[in-house]
């Protein structure tokens, strides 16, 4: 039986817990560069110190915008907060390189009556924050905004309603969680210090304010870290500290790395950091990879109608990879391996042993000793391509012992294409060698 010496242990996905309003010390945050100045009114102060979705594949950043809807519009970013997942506290995983959320802060004032506190007024804001990962540096961008207008002022008397709650400040940054089972060897900062605004200001601030989470050091070969960050708000003003509620979002995790095997043409990518709540899944459109599609689909769904048969009576193939998403269904995941082009021994393996099943055209064996002409796939038309499930490039390949594989002919035209679109699968979806689980989906359109 083939055996892999796995570089990382598979990881539990990070925990999403706690409510976002929640009381507790103030941060650790690292002192960074001012705010440019055409930004005016946000007062970055220095301090000391330093549920999982199915991922949409989109694309890390390598030269991030100052704005999560620029230069490529506001597509995702109104699908994302079109998501009723946007609005729990832990927002959504749009897909491995994008987060956003819609949610309500709160903040209660109070001040000493006669020694016991007294609530003076309650100050809410309705924000929207998103995250972009880097696809070249271990870093994601947060970004925070108050909804235009969507702040309110409630039990305050009439005179402080107007003169004392607009006018008390309201602070903002991420931060890193510590000890969110980060390797030892691994740290997390935040590249700007907290921004601090009064609360009228971030009512009609139309811009965004931002922030990069970043990673240095991890394990193994590829640096693995998985680490966390979380929303951070605090309303404390001078003379309303007591009750003043500290806001900490649930955790969110992140995974960096510095894998040096992903590129799209000549660019490469040898750092990035993803979000982990998100299931990375390939999908073929019957419309655009019919061929390649079909065979996929009966892999999955009839496995003992494919090519090579199996050679004892009565014995099925389970052939894993399986998506279906109506369902919320998935099989045995498939994990990535070192490609031909970069020795990797088991992607050598899986082409031998699928050459093998499939050896027979036109009468001729190129790949004998192993093709069985009871087992492996007829004779096909020379012009046609061998396309194997699992993919050459899987540790589930067509070297597994058991045959759980399947070969058939198909258009070179549409293996290729298939062929392409998972290799940018792996680079949109950053798959890590070995470590990351993936599924495959087939749709009609």
Known sequence: MKHVERGLAALASLALTAALLALGASPDAAASSKPPASVPGIEYISQPGDG????????????????????????????????????????????RFQWCQEYEFKNRYYKKVDGK????????????????????????????????????????????????????????TPECVPGANQPTTATCGVGRSPAKMEWAQWSNFPDWVYWDVSSIGGKGEDQVAFQQWRLYLNGASPGYELGTERGEGPPIGIRCDSADYFSNGAKRFPHACIYTNAYPVLTYKMTENPQVGQHIRDAQDNPNSTWPKKPKDGYSKRIP????????????????????NESGTIADENERWKKSACGQNGG?????????????????????????????????????????????????TDNTSAGSKLGKFYTNDRILMFLDDFWVNVVDA
């Open 52 to 95: 999982a979705q199915r991922s949409s594949n989109g694309k890390g950043a390598a030269e991030m915008p100052i704005s999560p809807d620029n230069p490529a519009g506001t597509e995702w970013l109104n699908d994302c907060f079109g998501s009723p997942d946007a609005q729990d506290p832990d927002g959504r995983v749009y897909n």
């Open 117 to 172: 506190p007294v609530l003076k007024g309650t100050n809410t804001m309705r924000f929207q924050a998103a995250a972009i990962g880097y696809n070249d540096t271990r870093a994601t961008r947060i970004f925070f905004r108050a909804k235009t207008g969507q702040v309110k002022y409630d039990g305050w008397n009439p005179l402080e309603k107007r003169t004392v709650a607009p006018n008390l400040k309201l602070e903002i």
């Open 364 to 412: 001729l064996n190129p790949w004998a000793p192993h093709y069985d002409a009871t087992t492996g796939l007829p004779p096909y038309p020379s012009g046609l391509q061998c396309d194997e499930y699992p993919f050459s490039s899987t540790d589930e390949g067509a070297s597994d012992p058991e045959w759980d594989f399947s070969v058939r002919a198909v258009d070179a």
């Open 321 to 340: 990879g399986k998506w279906h998403v109506s369902e919320g269904l998935r099989g045995a995941p498939l994990h990535r391996v070192p490609s031909r």
